[in-house]
Every structure is written in C-alpha cells, then in structure tokens.
T-cell receptor, first 112, second 111 residues
Framework: NAGVTQTPKFQVLKTGQSMTLQCAQDMNHEYMSWYRQDPGMGLRLIHYSVGAGITDQGEVPNGYNVSRSTTEDFPLRLLSAAPSQTSVYFC???????????FGNGTRLTVT | EDQVTQSPEALRLQEGESSSLNCSYTVSGLRGLFWYRQDPGKGPEFLFTLYSAGEEKEKERLKATLTKKESFLHITAPKPEDSATYLCAVLSNTGFQKLVFGTGTRLLVSP
C-alpha cells in the first residue's frame, strides 16, 4: 500500500498562474482533507470531503477549489496563485470523522 | 474558538534524558486529542488518540496523558531517532472533521 500520494513534491509558480495539486489514496478511506503548513502556525484546514461528490470548506478556503469525483482522488486547485499561498500543502485521508489522519509527504509550493 | 498551545517550542535532550512536552487546549467539548510526529520533509505520522481525562496511552518510549485542560507527551530515555517535531491537535464535538493543530515542539536528542 502506498498510502497517501501527493504530486508534485515541489512547485514554483508566478503570481496569477494556476495549477492543481494532486492527491491519491489507496486505503479506501471515505474522508479526505487538504491542509497548509506555514512557519509559526499550526496546520490549517483548507477543504475537506466526506465522500465522492461531497466537499466542504475548512478554516482557510479562499483561493482554493476542490472536487471529489472518485473515492481515491482529491485534487486541490489554485485558480490564480498569490504569494500568500506560498506554503507546504498536505493531503490527508481518514476512515471516518474523528479517526486518525493519514498524511502524504506534502507539496512545497513557492509563488513569486 | 478552539485553541491549542504547545510548549516548549524547542527542546534539546541528551540521549537517555527523560522529559515531557505539553499541549494545552481550549475546546467546546472534546471529542478527541491527537498526537502526531513529523520528520523533516515528511507528513505527520499518527501516534495516539486520547478521548477523556485520565486516559493514558503508551508506545515504546512515548506515553501520552490527558487532563481536562492539557495533555503531556512523556519521553522516557529518548534516543536520537526520537528527534522530530511533535504535533498536538484537538477535535471538538462540534468540529466534525475540523482538527485544530498546535504549532509543535521540535525535539532534538543528542547522542
């Protein structure tokens, strides 16, 4: 089992560019989430999904879009990148609400 | 608003020197408190979940405890491989999937 796989590992964007961060899990978990991690701040929830076709906003959703067409995949879209979106992004999955999260190894994004 | 404060921010120990990390929390009804370990360049790795005051869990050299206001992660006779950042997170009864994380304690264990 690969667990949670995130691609790419590193990405540099110019302000205004768009991109999609990919996340896939092979544990058949219903719940998936996206977090960002910034120095001096705890992990913050961006968006989450409780199953295919169902998504909801977390603490810091502005500037990000998500969709969930399959159980396995949960991509995060940046429509128009801003320097404030420079961060490390983690995707996580869990079996049900309140159960432990399984994290991927992150995507380090720099927006110049 | 749910809040988590971890202390100290950083801790240096000699191999074998036991210590404790603190996680203070404010939450509107605790559903669960989670401890994770994070190595540089990696995602957090789950360690423990605690659900109610008085609960304790152990794994190798680590022991997590919980009161109504805080949790401790006790590290007994640490080894260099225990060096990592330890993250604490809480989930409230009304938070559903919304974990609130602390900023972590960076632990360095020297041989």
């Amino acid at each position: 089992n690969a667990g949670v796989t995130q691609t790419p590992k590193f990405q540099v964007l110019k302000t205004g560019q768009s991109m999609t961060l990919q996340c896939a899990q092979d544990m058949n978990h219903e719940y998936m989430s996206w977090y960002r991690q910034d120095p001096g701040m705890g992990l913050r929830l961006i968006h989450y999904s409780v199953g295919a076709g169902i998504t909801d906003q977390g603490e810091v959703p502005n500037g990000y879009n998500v969709s969930r067409s399959t159980t396995e995949d949960f991509p995060l879209r940046l429509l128009s990148a801003a320097p404030s979106q420079t961060s490390v992004y983690f995707c996580a999955s869990n079996q049900m609400g309140g159960s432990p999260l399984h994290f991927g190894n992150g995507t380090r994004l720099t927006v110049t | 608003e749910d809040q988590v404060t971890q202390s100290p921010e950083a801790l240096r120990l000699q191999e074998g020197e036991s210590s404790s990390l603190n996680c203070s929390y404010t939450v509107s009804g605790l559903r669960g408190l989670f401890w994770y370990r994070q190595d540089p360049g990696k995602g957090p790795e789950f360690l423990f979940t605690l659900y109610s005051a008085g609960e304790e869990k152990e794994k190798e050299r680590l022991k997590a405890t919980l009161t109504k206001k805080e949790s401790f992660l006790h590290i007994t006779a640490p080894k260099p491989e225990d060096s990592a950042t330890y993250l604490c997170a809480v989930l409230s009864n009304t938070g559903f999937q919304k974990l609130v994380f602390g900023t972590g304690t960076r632990l360095l264990v020297s041989p």
